[in-house]
């Protein structure tokens, strides 16, 4: 089957489907041994990928535009990590229940991992790479150092852009207020105490986040 | 992920069409829950219809009712001055649901469409009803402890997780969707369905329409004594063990009207209304709330894990009750 055939059968996007299935299984049986297998099957996904359209995508990470080819399944995660090559961002979960991956879309907190790249057009992200001016870290950053809110330090660039949220929102009031709108932010080396404290200190001292 | 097509169009009607002409092709709007299926090869479409660029957002009081759009945020809904005011059972119940940063990508149309958090329906390698139908329910003799104890079918004893639904049910909101053949008002109460031996329906939305709105009555009666209470295994940021969304008019020390609903108990939000008619035009005391709340849960029966809901359920919703009426 060629690309051309399937442009040819008129229902495109059933053909494509039918072409991915049809190629595994074609596949399976003439590659019998398994590591071959899913070789092939890697490697037909791939192909078959192809087929999709890419779609173009203007988007403004940390101040600098960027103008993109995406594929549609590519979440603004993956995007900033593995195109824009921007890993302070992390993925623990990817399933938008550990909140690692928190970033600001147009200057509200968002999960990157369940957010689609495409979806994000002529929108304004800012990453944790985008909070400090040049070797000045943010007050945030800073209050997490002082008050040892991190251990591993892998879950804290979501807890940090979080926190930032958090006290714009005027949701920093009180510990047990921070305790609840931090709550999408799981921190599995239990820094809690710490990281509220931090909190706590940025928004005592005030001043513009 | 699998691949899959994209298209955003600008007006409700290119986004019909779009379903009608293409089989496999689904909604998206913040994608909170779709994205998460389509990670894991729960749900599979073959083409995503993007509807962030239709005019749907924003919330308006127009005479007696209070208009949501569908693709107003859940942050949006639950900090909205009119919400907060007068359906603050709303705004509670939006705050009680997942994380902040899930609230502010979530909309009230989504909201309604969120699917069980049935871990049989999220595990591809087994067998599930909702998800494969005929395959069978690995809930039934598995691990069940969130699932639901009334309302449910052999085929499936899922629960709907959505907090949102809840408050929504007890305040008599209308659905408001949008199809090829024009508009049309779904009551709440009809919204969701029970999984008899369909369960891989959540609801009575045909696939070719969209939700536009919600619209809830404006009743001023209950927004100064309303609770949504919800049990959890931790202190934020987890789906109900049960939740009740509770609104009361209470007048001259009688119970003049009553709004019941409950979540995490069954397939859709469980209005109690035997409930409210034990209570009605009764004076509020700790013994008419506690026998209230067994009127609706007589036909419960849990499943080995979930026994618990049986005690949990009923004292709940007389907590909700006694604390309303200041007898806590």
Known sequence: MTPDHIEESGCQHASRRRFLKQSAAAAAIALAPGAVVKAAEKGLDETAAGYFEKAKLQITVNGTSHELSVEPRVTLLDLLRETLHLTGTKKGCDWGQCGACTVHIDGQRALSCLSLAVMQQGKQITTIEGLSTGETLHPMQEAFIRHDGFQCGYCTPGQIMSAVACVREGHAGSATEIREYMSGNICRCGAYPNIVDAIMDVKKTGGTL | ?328
């Open chain 2, 1 to 328: 992920m699998i691949p899959f097509d994209y298209a955003r169009p600008s007006t409700a009607k290119a986004a019909i069409d779009a379903v009608v002409r293409d089989k496999s092709a689904r909604f998206i709007a913040g994608g909170s829950n779709l994205v998460d299926l389509m990670k894991r090869g729960v749900m599979t479409p073959e083409k995503i219809i993007d509807i962030n660029a239709l005019p749907l957002r924003g919330i308006a009081r127009t005479g007696k009712t209070i208009r949501i759009r569908a693709l107003t945020l859940n942050s949006a809904v639950a900090a909205d001055p009119v919400i907060t005011e007068r359906l603050p059972l709303l705004a509670q119940a939006l705050k009680a649901g997942a994380s902040p940063q899930i609230r502010n990508m979530a909309t009230v149309g989504g909201n309604l469409m969120q699917r069980t958090r049935c871990p049989y329906f999220y595990d591809t390698a087994l067998p599930c009803n909702k998800r494969a139908p005929g395959s069978g329910c690995s809930a039934l003799n598995g691990y069940n402890r969130m699932h639901a104890i009334i309302g449910f079918s052999e085929s499936c004893i899922a629960v709907n997780p959505s907090d949102m639904n809840v408050a929504l049910a007890a305040l008599d909101a209308t659905v408001i969707v949008q199809g090829p053949k024009g508009e049309r008002h779904i009551p709440i109460a009809d919204f969701h369905r029970l999984p008899g031996n369909t369960p891989q329906l959540d609801t009575n939305l045909q696939r070719d329409e969209l939700i536009t709105a919600v619209e809830i009555p404006d009743a001023p009666g209950f927004a100064t004594t309303s609770l949504y209470t919800k049990v959890r295994d931790r202190a934020s940021y987890a789906f109900a063990l049960v939740s009740v969304a509770a609104a009361l008019h209470i007048e001259n020390g009688s119970i003049r009207d009553a709004r019941l609903a409950m979540g995490g108990i069954a397939h859709k939000p469980w209005r109690l209304r035997r409930t409210e008619d034990y209570i009605r035009r009764q004076q509020p005391s700790i013994r008419l709330f506690n026998n209230a709340a067994l009127a609706d849960l007589k036909e419960a029966r849990g499943h080995g894990h979930n026994n618990f809901k049986l005690v949990l359920a009923p004292n709940t919703i007389a907590q909700t009750l006694r604390t309303l009426a200041g007898l806590a």
